[in-house]
């Protein structure tokens, strides 16, 4: 058998470190192992289940001996879901190994000194912290433990998350840790009804079924949005179902509906019809209030949004007469949350009805020193759109998972910003960036920040400074 070979067994593997998408790194010799649910310090047997030249990715088949950070996962969906892959782990230990990862990123790809990165700003909640969640009906549930798919009895309707790596298995939610109450009242209750009446739930392969998706957004405020999304219901079915769902939780604020009929699920160009209430719910920030629409995006942890922003604007340290751009700015909550402290902000994103969401958002809150402009980044920003507008003394960019384009890194290198705030949800790309940028900038402050409890996401905060 070669080395690594798939289903080969190594035993007493002690796990030394943790890698980005939250595996247990290993080795046997020269040979790398990342292995699921495995926690650095575990001494454990694994099995081999994919293999390559240099590395394999394996399964845990015998715990030799626990790792001092290990804990009990606290939900029974846990393995199975993919959504909270560190569960098994201390919270400590969590902020521990996302501090590794942030400073790891940025020495190992930036070449940049991060000794004196701060320490994690942890989450005050490490459950029911999000305040979205995105739900998918299905009529290809996986089985638990013990279920046998020759039983005929067998209900295969699922509403709950995807299970990793299958795209048509839907994995039947009992109870969820993300999202505080009422969203697993609401979810169970929907899923009930419609079983009780035979509602057909989507077919991921063929594209047919009456129920798609379900979200369920929640605010500080108390405001609650629930957006049922059909496929191909007859008009009674949606009639149903959707004053089932008023009479059974009058606490929503915005009961909204979506026909979407096309082959992927996202909602971005579907018309929303709202059966109840406006087609919007609120959350405040700082005195500020953000309208939240079903389309818009807004940070899913809203308590570390207000953390993160304020980490934002403190890096910055704004005087008070700045002209401030502020990239990929989504529906204008960091432009808006900063437009108090400066001059002028400036905001750029790529989706349009984001940046009628950022409008608003100024108009609601009566201000009046912002201009936003919908575009792709890198054509947007150019030296004509810099001369119009001026030269910006700050600079913040939020980009998404991917970094920012080279193109859009250049023209920052031509702007010379005296400061650059850069906010990423990803420290390696942001590292990658920033490897361009240091030929012109100091890393001056570095501040990761955890949104993501239970996860191996964390976002990252460094001010750049031009060198003089």
Not at 406 to 428: F, H, Q, T
């Amino acid at each position: 058998m070669s080395r690594g070979a798939k289903n080969q067994v190594f035993n007493d593997v002690t796990i030394i470190d943790i890698a980005e998408e939250g595996k247990g790194v290993g080795k046997a010799d020269d040979f790398v192992l990342f292995v699921e649910k495995a926690v650095p310090g575990d001494v454990v047997d694994v099995q081999v289940y994919r293999s390559k030249k240099n590395f394999g990715e394996a399964k845990i088949i015998g715990l030799k001996q626990a790792s001092e950070h290990r804990v009990e996962p606290f939900c029974e969906h846990f393995g199975t879901c993919g959504g909270c892959k560190w569960q098994h782990m201390t919270y400590d230990a969590q902020l521990q190994f996302k501090q590794k990862s942030v400073s790891d990123a940025l020495s190992r790809l930036a070449k940049i000194e991060v000794d004196g990165t701060m320490p994690i700003v942890p989450s005050p909640a490490d459950r029911y912290y999000r305040n979205k969640l995105e739900f998918t009906f299905s009529n290809k549930r996986w089985l638990y433990d013990g279920e046998s798919r020759e039983d005929e009895a067998l209900n295969m309707n699922a509403l709950g998350f995807h299970i990793p790596g299958r795209f048509d298995k839907i994995l039947d939610v009992r109870h969820c840790y993300l999202q505080a109450d009422p969203s697993n009242d609401i979810r169970n209750r929907i899923d009930e009804f419609a079983k009780q009446n035979g509602y057909t739930y989507y077919d991921l392969r063929n594209h047919t079924g009456a129920l798609r998706n379900l979200i369920i957004r929640t605010s500080s405020t108390g405001e609650l949005m629930v957006i049922v999304v059909f496929a191909y219901p007859t008009e009674e079915e949606v009639n149903k179902l959707m004053a089932f769902v008023e009479a059974d939780f009058p606490e929503i604020t915005s009961l909204l509906y979506i026909l979407n009929e096309k082959k992927n699920d996202t909602i971005f160009d579907q018309d929303v019809v709202a059966w109840k209430g406006p087609e919007y719910i609120h959350e405040e920030m700082n005195g500020i209030k953000f309208r939240i629409g079903p389309k818009s995006f807004y940070q899913t942890n809203s308590i570390q949004a207000l953390r993160l922003y304020e980490i934002t604007r403190d890096f910055a340290g704004f005087k008070g007469d700045e002209l401030v751009y502020d990239l990929y700015t989504g529906a204008g909550t960091i432009a808006n949350f900063v437009a108090g402290n400066v001059r002028e902000v400036v905001g750029v994103e790529y989706v349009p009805s984001a940046i009628e969401d950022a409008k608003i958002n100024s108009a609601i809150n009566n201000i009046t020193n912002t201009k936003f402009y919908a575009g792709d980044m890198k054509d947007v920003l150019s030296a004509e759109f810099v001369a119009e507008h001026g030269k910006p003394d700050v600079i913040i960019t939020d980009p998404p998972r991917a970094g920012m384009h080279p193109d859009v890194v250049a023209r920052l290198m031509e702007i010379e910003a005296d400061k650059i705030v850069y906010v990423s949800c990803n420290a390696a790309t942001q590292a990658r960036d920033l490897l361009v940028l240091k030929e012109k900038y100091d890393t001056v402050k570095i501040q990761p920040v955890d949104m993501f409890p239970h996860t191996q996401h964390v976002e990252n905060v460094v001010l750049l400074r031009i060198k003089k």
